[in-house]
């Protein structure tokens, strides 16, 4: 069965870091894009990152972009998500999500991901 888990959430205060992990089981991540995604209460679901198959290429949202490092270890069969200087506005679920058979990043749009994890709870507050 193929799935998705992220770990690595958390409560971290302004300035502070984490990192998340997206692990894959029931498949090799091998050949699958990856994209983190995160949905605040009240709000959409937000792209926040995309890494292509190799870890060769990532993209990034504006309001994350020099904070936050998608990488890949398909060794391990896992992706991560390092946030750095976290903002109380970074307060979101983020999630993990697959795109099979897609060699590039494969953007930051949510209709382009056909596999999810179940999402990590962040919350950056003093």
């Known amino acids: 069965q193929l799935q998705l888990v992220e770990s690595g959430g958390g409560l971290v205060q302004p300035g502070g870091s984490l990192r998340l992990s997206c692990a894959a089981s029931?498949?090799?991540?091998?050949?699958?894009?990856i994209g983190w995604f995160r949905q605040a209460p009240g709000k959409e679901r937000e792209g926040v990152s995309c890494i292509n198959t190799r870890g060769g290429s990532t993209h990034y949202a504006d309001s994350v972009k020099g904070r936050f490092t998608v990488s890949r270890d398909n060794a391990k069969n896992t992706v991560y998500l390092q946030m750095n200087s976290l903002k109380p506005e970074d307060t979101a679920i983020y999630y993990c999500a697959a795109k099979p058979n897609y060699y590039y990043c494969a953007g930051l749009g949510a209709a382009q991901y056909d596999y999810w994890g179940q999402g990590t709870q962040v919350t950056v507050s003093s």
């Open positions: 029931g498949f090799s991540l091998d050949y699958y894009a």
